[in-house]
C-alpha cells in the first residue's frame, strides 16, 4: 500500500512557476513508476508526465512538453513537477499517481493509488 499526499499548488500569474510535490508513505516508492495527472472543471482526467522507476525515463503530453520536468527522488520517497511558462489553459486539479511496476504509463486507468490532489489557478 502507497499513500500519496500532493502539495505545492497555488494561484500563480501567466508566465509564473510553480513547482508540486508528492510525498510518498508505505512502501518504498522505487519500485514504482509515478505519473502525474490533471483535472480541468468539466473536463476529464488528462495525462501530464510520468517517469519510470529509476527516474531514467520520462514521457510528457504534448500541451506541457518544454514546459514541465517530472523528477523522482526515491531516498526522499517523493515526486516533483516543475512548472514553468504557466498558462491559463493549465489550471486544474493536479493528481500524483503510483503505479505497482517500474514501467511509464500515460493511461490513468494503469495506476494504482492515487493522491487527494493539489489546485492550481494561473491567470491571465
Known amino acids: 500500500q502507497v499513500q500519496l499526499v500532493e502539495s505545492g499548488g497555488g494561484l500563480v500569474q501567466a508566465g509564473g512557476s510553480l513547482r508540486l510535490s508528492c510525498a510518498a508513505s508505505?512502501?518504498?516508492?522505487?519500485?514504482?513508476?509515478m505519473g502525474w495527472f490533471r483535472q480541468a472543471p468539466g473536463k476529464g482526467r488528462e495525462f501530464v508526465a510520468t517517469?519510470?522507476?529509476?527516474?531514467?525515463?520520462?514521457y510528457y503530453a504534448d500541451s506541457v512538453k518544454g514546459r514541465f520536468t517530472i523528477s523522482r527522488d526515491n531516498a526522499k520517497k517523493t515526486v516533483y513537477l516543475q512548472m514553468n511558462s504557466l498558462k491559463p489553459e493549465d489550471t486544474a486539479v493536479y493528481y500524483c499517481a503510483a503505479r505497482s511496476t517500474g514501467w511509464n504509463s500515460k493511461r490513468y486507468d494503469e495506476y494504482d493509488y492515487w493522491g487527494q490532489g493539489t489546485q492550481v489557478t494561473v491567470s491571465s
Open positions: 508505505g512502501r518504498t516508492l522505487s519500485n514504482y513508476a
Open positions: 517517469i519510470n522507476s529509476s527516474g531514467g525515463t520520462a
